[in-house]
T-cell receptor, first 115, second 111 residues
Framework: EPEVTQTPSHQVTQMGQEVILRCVPI?????FYWYRQILGQKVEFLVS????????KSEIFDDQFSVERPDGSNFTLKIRSTKLEDSAMYFC?????????????FGPGTRLTVL | SQQGEEDPQALSIQEGENATMNCSYK?????LQWYRQNSGRGLVHLIL?????REKHSGRLRVTLDTSKKSSSLLITASRAADTASYFC???????????FGTGTSLTVIP
């Protein structure tokens, strides 16, 4: 069964460094998402992406964040200058379409630790 | 806030018993989904129920939706130790395609 994959599974970085989290969505899906979950807290929406542009973003997704689909398979989340509070699990998801009844399929997540 | 809120926050039961988790939300929705998350791992989609549906079954899972009360419940029957996980409801409001996740119910099934 097709699945969303994410790399790395765990990333440790120093405060102020740039990180890129990678995701490979399910191949025929057209909508892509990033979510994060700070330890012990709820999953929070960051951004959705369709047709090579951001379709929605939350207030968490500030200028330090960017997303890109550099080729036909990868979907990346870049944090330009990491802060301690960026430490979280980051989940990528994809859906076949953006229709209201569509299921989003989540990857296993990348645990980001900012020291 | 449009976010779903689950209760109880934590639930501990014996293997074989049924587990019921509830979710409440605040705005009108297109659908509501339940996800499972094993500790530190990814979210696994369990079931989607549309706003015009009242009940849905999938294996040992039964989900109900009451749009008048803005609430949903997830029932896991004949629980197993492997059902130990956090369970989240996610609501898809009428605008946009982002989901709003609640804080989750942590279920422990004791063998």
């Amino acid at each position: 069964e097709p699945e969303v994959t994410q790399t790395p599974s765990h990333q440790v970085t120093q405060m102020g460094q740039e990180v890129i989290l990678r995701c490979v969505p399910i191949s025929n899906h057209l909508y892509f998402y990033w979510y994060r979950q700070i330890l012990g807290q709820k999953v929070e929406f960051l951004v959705s992406f369709y047709n090579n542009e951001i379709s929605e973003k939350s207030e968490i997704f500030d200028d330090q964040f960017s997303v890109e689909r550099p080729d036909g398979s990868n979907f990346t989340l870049k944090i330009r200058s990491t802060k301690l509070e960026d430490s979280a699990m980051y989940f990528c998801a994809s859906s076949e379409s953006g229709r209201d009844q569509d299921t989003q399929y989540f990857g296993p997540g990348t645990r980001l630790t900012v020291l | 806030s449009q976010q779903g809120e689950e209760d109880p926050q934590a639930l501990s039961i014996q293997e074989g018993e049924n587990a019921t988790m509830n979710c409440s939300y605040k705005t009108s929705i297109n659908n509501l989904q339940w996800y499972r998350q094993n500790s530190g791992r990814g979210l696994v989609h369990l079931i989607l129920i549309r706003s015009n549906e009242r009940e849905k079954h999938s294996g040992r899972l039964r989900v109900t939706l009451d749009t008048s009360k803005k609430s949903s419940s997830l029932l896991i029957t004949a629980s197993r130790a492997a059902d130990t996980a956090s369970y989240f409801c996610a609501t898809d409001p009428n605008t946009g395609n982002q989901f709003y996740f609640g804080t989750g119910t942590s279920l422990t099934v004791i063998p």
